[in-house]
């Protein structure tokens, strides 16, 4: 029978106590080695940056990337020194993986997919983070691009993960100036022409203040009839992302020229006719 009083405790425990010592040591240089990584790769995306020679949204998105290539590594690398570590055959790693490769390969044809889309939307640079897209129905700023997916964060605050193979259009609003437009109605009783001359000259006001303006603000004219006004047209071109301040900012210089000029932007009016019961009493008994 096996006696345990001829064990040897102590060799166990220390043998034990090694073993344990390497692993702590292994996720220690892990963490270090990680965090060094992520640090060499902030600092070299940022020297590119700062000397031009490539834009910042697409800085930010090849750091991203390679900083989930840099973890990758580090996990197979990690597991590879604890396979080691308790005597296991590193070769039966790499065969095991092997082995769920292939099986990926034949059961998740999605996540091929997925790294395939991910691959030519990097390789044609056709979204970078800080860009404002529009995929299917969904909007808003891309704040990671990956192999497997992509994360879009709406105006509302709320992070979408998209699969890469559910991408099959992609609207960038952010390459190139953006239209300011905005819409501004009169009063059918107000003359157009002195209307569209105060517009001008409001907006020619803004854009000497605003540098983000690129083109105009111009009154382009007429640009519908309504049930009870007439709508001036005023358009821009702005820096990438600024337009909606500018469309802002034209509102409130335009009301104000108007307020100066006595014209009137109409607003909805209800009339409210009553009727006398006693004269509709009398006019029935005419009847």
């Excluded at 590879?80 to 039966?92: E, M, Y």
């Excluded at 993960?161 to 437009?181: C, D, F, K, Q």
Aim: a negative charge; charged letters at 20%.
């Amino acid at each position: 029978m096996f006696d345990l009083g001829d064990f040897n405790w102590e060799a166990l425990l220390i043998s034990t106590g090694i073993i344990i010592l390497k692993v702590i040591g292994i996720f220690i240089a892990f963490a270090i080695v990680k965090a060094i990584g992520n640090k060499v790769l902030e600092r070299t995306f940022s020297r590119l940056m700062k000397r031009e020679e490539i834009s910042q949204g697409r800085a930010l998105t090849l750091q991203k990337l390679a900083e989930n290539i840099l973890s990758y590594a580090l996990i197979f690398i990690l597991v590879a020194s604890l396979f080691s570590i308790f005597g296991l055959s590193v070769a039966s790693l790499i065969a095991g993986a092997g082995i769920v490769g292939l099986a990926i390969g034949f059961g998740a044809q999605g996540l091929v997919s997925d790294v395939v889309t991910g691959f030519f939307l990097l390789l044609e640079k056709q979204i970078d983070v800080n860009d404002y897209v529009t995929v299917g129905a969904m909007d808003g700023i891309v704040e990671s691009v990956g192999l497997r997916t992509t994360q879009i964060r709406s105006f509302n605050g709320t992070l979408n993960y998209i699969p890469n193979r559910e991408i099959t259009s992609v609207s960038n609003h952010s390459r190139g100036n953006m239209r300011a437009l905005v819409d501004i109605g009169i009063s059918y009783d107000d003359n157009i022409d002195k209307a569209i001359e105060v517009m001008q000259r409001a907006c020619d006001l803004v854009a000497a203040e605003n540098p983000v303006i690129a083109d105009g603000p111009n009154v382009i004219g007429v640009q519908a009839f309504g049930s009870s006004e007439v709508v001036l047209r005023v358009i821009a071109r702005t820096e990438n992302g600024e337009q909606w301040a500018v469309e802002r900012q034209l509102r409130k210089a335009i009301k104000e020229a108007f307020d100066a000029n006595g014209i009137e932007i109409p607003f909805p009016h209800q009339v409210l006719i009553q009727k006398n019961s006693e004269n509709q009493g009398q006019s029935f008994g005419q009847a």
